[in-house]
């Protein structure tokens, strides 16, 4: 049982880091902007086709084409940001709420029409290791060094770096910060921009472990909406801990009962959290 | 006038011997649905290829030969059901009263060949059903519909077959399947079996749809099972194959549904490698008019290296799938039947199908004819075939059971 116990464990808290900054993204976009990103599974989506065709088509090892990834996603954000958001930004959330829905609606369309929903698989491995006696996927034990990397890079950016500095005071007064001469404008272009290279990333990640199709980002897009709950939305450090929290249960819990039951128990804690505490985690109170 | 009066004799004579040469012509017209359009469309038109295949050969040698030495030409009618349950007994229903037809194969697909099979015995014709695996069609008590593939209910039994030969020892096999009704039915009838064979089923549990992480389910498989079994479509199955060998989980096999057959699948690697995979006939298949003898049935039909050359020659580079093969062996099940009967009138050719057993290029086949589950195949086996690394070390499909279609011996597990 133990060791059952102990595999299921790090199998989960492994996955629970990319789950992780999947979260972060949603959670940066919210924190800044006050936006709800109904786009960002459908951006996983698309994280994990890039991966994919530079892999199959062109021969690229995943982990260099990852880089790439996260800077095409960057300018794809932007993008959307000028064509999509900017112009309501101000009018309230329900109206971002649906520009990011049709945003969302938009990528499906195409992508079931260019990919099909066809599962698609990168068939590359790193092979196992072994530590503790536990058996450890490579890609697994690889996306976890990177989400922790991005993690801190992330950190470092948003506590360290003069863009970062404006990025959190557009997110505490957006007013006051103008005031002080930040241009909300590129500040809330720039946030989303990370925002969609997070989701990009962790889909590029993803796709190292697990088969996709264009409509997969919509259960990591679930996943990363609860996870924001329990680490307390807009907080990226909480989104990390909500998808450690999540990876572990997803780990834990078919140790003891049907795998039928881990939305069970998972959605449970998400009202728990929503009725107890619904700052969640770490946000604050 | 006198010229008009011998044109009238002249055309009359013609119309005469013509229409007397088409007397002396029987044919039989053969009836069916093509999903020519919808999700089914792939697996349908190799089937409908298989069955056009037979179409052409039997009529090039003059048509089926009958007993008193005439012959009945085959001819075929059918209608694209879109692949849609609701058109198939629509369509059925025409074809038999408006097209007339004799006999009738099945469309591709459980699904679809359950609702033409009510229409087949509402209407007293023999309906040969091809694509179509479930058992449920033949417990309804048709008398008139006969199965050419081998059951979804002897799926997976065959590979327990396969692991007590290579190590009798084996006593524990853990089983993780979709939850879907396919699955579900193949790993019961599964469990069933490895129960009867004395053997224990140490971990039984279903996946959702769509799963791709497949770490909570192989962290909980009991240390020491013997086997590794279950799956569900093509997906899923390929990501539990290669969760299998990255977590390193140590069985002696790994047989799993769907997607071992498909070429795609030894894109895993090495991952692949020792996985078993049931299929319902392979262009590697051996069965030979030889080992038919050995086994004392009749051997009936092309061989499979001339039915793969008559395939080759009419489609080109496309290799037949088991969709193909099943087209064809459904046109010869009726083909021996009319042969044997040398009566077109649907008792006399159904008496002769309850009594077919022979072999094939696509195996065995036989039908159950207890009136429970009257129809269902019995003598078709499933083919295990096995990936094993080929001499140039990269992954190569070969057949590992029955014995009478083997083309290499199985192996176990830990000793890739």
């Known amino acids: ?285 | 006038m006198k010229k008009i009066f011998s044109f009238m004799i002249a055309l009359g004579l013609t119309l005469g011997l013509a229409g007397h040469a088409d007397a002396a012509q029987k044919s039989i017209l053969i009836g069916f649905t093509a999903s020519q359009t919808g999700k089914l469309n792939v697996e349908a038109t190799r089937q409908i290829n298989g069955l056009n295949l037979w179409v052409e050969q039997v009529n090039k040698a003059g048509g089926i030969k009958m007993p008193d030495g005439s012959h009945v030409l085959v001819k075929t009618k059918y209608y694209d059901d879109e692949s849609n349950k609701d058109r198939v007994q629509e369509l059925y229903t025409r074809l038999i009263s408006i097209d007339k037809a004799d006999f009738l194969i099945s469309p591709y697909s459980s699904g679809l060949a359950d609702a033409a099979a009510l229409i087949a015995q509402q209407y007293k014709r023999i309906m040969i059903t091809t694509g179509a695996s479930s058992d449920s069609i033949f417990k309804k008590g048709y008398t008139l519909v006969y199965m050419t593939y081998t059951p979804a209910s002897r799926y997976l039994t065959g590979a327990l077959n396969v692991l007590l030969k290579l190590d009798p020892a084996a006593k524990k096999i853990a089983i993780i399947h979709e939850n879907d009704k396919f699955s579900t039915d193949v790993v019961s009838a599964l469990k069933g079996y490895a129960e009867e064979k004395a053997m224990q089923v140490a971990m039984y549990e279903g996946y959702d749809a769509g799963t791709t992480d497949f770490a909570p389910f192989i962290n909980k498989i009991p240390k020491g099972v013997d086997a590794v079994m279950g799956g569900g479509h093509f997906a899923d199955t390929t990501t539990f194959a290669r969760q299998l060998y990255e977590k390193q989980v140590a069985t002696k096999m790994v047989a799993l549904l769907v997607a071992p057959p498909e070429p795609k699948f030894a894109e895993l690697g090495e991952a692949c490698i020792s996985v078993i995979g049931p299929s319902q006939w392979e262009p590697v298949a051996k069965y030979s008019p030889e080992a038919a003898k050995a086994e004392n049935v009749e051997w009936y039909g092309p061989t499979v290296a001339e039915f793969l050359k008559l395939y080759a020659d009419k489609y080109g580079k496309e290799e037949p799938s088991y969709h193909s093969a099943g087209g064809y062996a459904a046109g010869m099940i009726l083909e021996k039947a009319i042969e044997a009967s040398g009566s077109l009138e649907t008792s006399a050719v159904q008496a002769a199908i309850d009594k077919e057993d022979m072999y094939t290029f696509y195996g065995r086949i036989k039908f159950n004819t207890t009136p429970n589950l009257h129809g269902l195949q019995d003598g078709h086996e499933m083919i295990y075939i096995q990936w094993q690394k080929g001499k140039d070390g990269k992954p190569e499909k070969v057949a590992v059971w029955p014995a009478s279609a083997a083309s290499a011996a199985p192996m176990l597990r830990m000793s890739r």
Not at chain 1, 69 to 84: D, E, H, K, R, T
Not at chain 1, 164 to 192: D, W, Y
Not at chain 1, 251 to 269: C, D, H, Y
């Open chain 1, 1 to 285: 049982m133990f060791s059952h116990l102990s595999a299921s464990l790090v199998d989960g808290l492994l996955i629970g880091f990319v789950y992780g900054i999947a979260a972060m993204g949603l959670s940066l976009i919210w924190g800044v902007m006050r936006v709800v990103n109904l786009a960002h599974g459908a951006t996983m989506a698309l994280g994990m086709f890039f991966i994919y065709y530079l892999f199959s088509g062109a021969g690229m090892n995943p982990y260099l084409a990852l880089p790439l990834a996260a800077l095409l996603a960057m300018a794809f954000g932007f993008i959307v940001y000028v064509v999509a958001l900017h112009r309501v930004i101000q009018a309230g959330y329900l109206y971002t709420l649906l520009a990011t829905f049709a945003v969302n609606m938009i990528i499906i369309g195409i992508g079931t029409t260019v990919f099909t929903t066809s599962p698609r698989n990168v068939d590359f491995s790193l092979g196992s290791v072994t530590l503790g006696g536990e058996i450890l996927q490579g890609t697994r034990l690889v996306a976890a060094a990177a989400s922790v990397t991005i993690t801190g890079a992330l950190y470092l950016f948003l506590y360290f770096t003069r863009t970062g500095k404006a990025i959190r005071a557009v997110s505490n007064n957006r007013a006051a910060a103008e005031l002080m001469g930040i241009s909300s404008a590129r500040v809330l272009a720039l946030s989303f921009g990370i925002g969609t290279m997070l989701a990009a990333v962790a889909g590029s990640l993803t796709a190292t472990f697990f088969p996709f199709t264009i409509l997969s980002g919509s259960t990591y897009q679930l996943k990363s909406f609860v996870i924001c709950v329990l680490g307390g939305l807009g907080n990226p450090l909480g989104a990390l801990l909500g998808g450690l929290i999540l990876g572990a249960l997803e780990g834990i819990v078919p140790v003891f009962m049907p795998v039928s039951w881990v939305p069970v128990v998972e959605f449970g804690l998400f009202v728990a959290v929503l009725v107890i505490r619904p700052s969640g985690l770490m946000g604050a109170k």
